[in-house]
């Protein structure tokens, strides 16, 4: 995709589907980063959002992607890009991820600052994401359930790809999703970390509606038949 098409694609709200509704995510941090672009190509058509990996060295001992990669990844696709920005001071960035082309933020509530960062990606007009790491209690996230757009409940410790999954985070995932409900409020729960189809099974069951998964869709060589497997996977465990 190229020329004024590509370009138009910045700045326009991409649509994150309904909220509570089931949604597959691949990772970008298990993709070839020599080829992203072919690589987010190949889960284009299954792919319900792009989950977008940054991580600043500081909050997680890694680096990854800025807002130039999402900039140029964005003049090649039209999904909903979920960026998770694992930083120390996203609010530095979050209206260069915004101009990049970035539909949706979430920041960590272990770094602070949670109302103002809220405030700043609502005035951004970008979608409000919140994320907890797996030892952070329900307790921390509970007071800004009514505020955010995304719920995101970290089932491994973040910083890289290919770790396995948490279980012991499902019961948080399940309170989560209690008080969701009980609220009336319209917001996604997002797991992510060691998603594959038999965990994206038991992630759904616990309540998560939107499954993070990389090494299980960019590890495999048909990865957009992966994607649907942990879609069919997670619609199985859902209610009848």
């Known amino acids: 995709m190229s020329g004024p098409v590509a370009r138009s694609l910045v700045g326009v709200a991409r649509d994150p589907g309904e909220p509570g509704t089931l949604k597959v995510a691949p990772s970008l941090l298990s993709a070839d980063f020599g080829g992203l672009a072919a690589a987010v190509g190949e889960v284009a058509s299954v792919a319900d959002w792009l989950h977008v990996d940054v991580m600043d060295g500081h909050f997680v001992p890694n680096l990854t992607i800025g807002p ?52 700043a990606m609502r005035a951004l007009g970008l979608r409000a ?59 996604d729960l997002e797991v992510d970390g060691g998603i594959d189809p038999h965990t994206a099974s038991e992630a759904a069951a616990a309540g998560a509606n939107v499954l993070v998964a990389g090494s299980a869709i960019f590890g495999s060589r048909r990865p957009w038949e992966a994607t649907e497997a942990i879609r069919a996977a997670a619609r199985a465990a859902l209610p009848a």
């Not at 260069?96 to 539909?103: K, T, V």
């Not at 907890?132 to 410790?157: G, H, Q, S």
């Open 129 to 187: 994401g919140l994320a907890a790491n797996p030892d952070t209690p329900f307790e921390a996230i509970e007071p800004y359930l009514d505020r955010v757009d995304v719920v995101l409940c970290m089932t491994v410790f973040p910083g890289f790809g290919g770790q396995a999954f948490m279980a012991e985070v499902l019961p948080k995932v399940a309170r989560v999703r209690r008080a969701l409900d009980a609220g009336g409020l319209a917001a």
């Open 68 to 119: 130039p990669v999402v900039a140029s990844l964005r003049r090649h696709s039209g999904l909903y890009f979920d960026c998770h920005l694992m930083m120390t001071e996203p609010g530095r960035y979050l209206e260069a991820f915004r101009d990049a082309g970035a539909d949706g933020c979430t920041v960590h509530v272990e770094i602070g600052g949670t109302d103002e960062l809220i405030e």
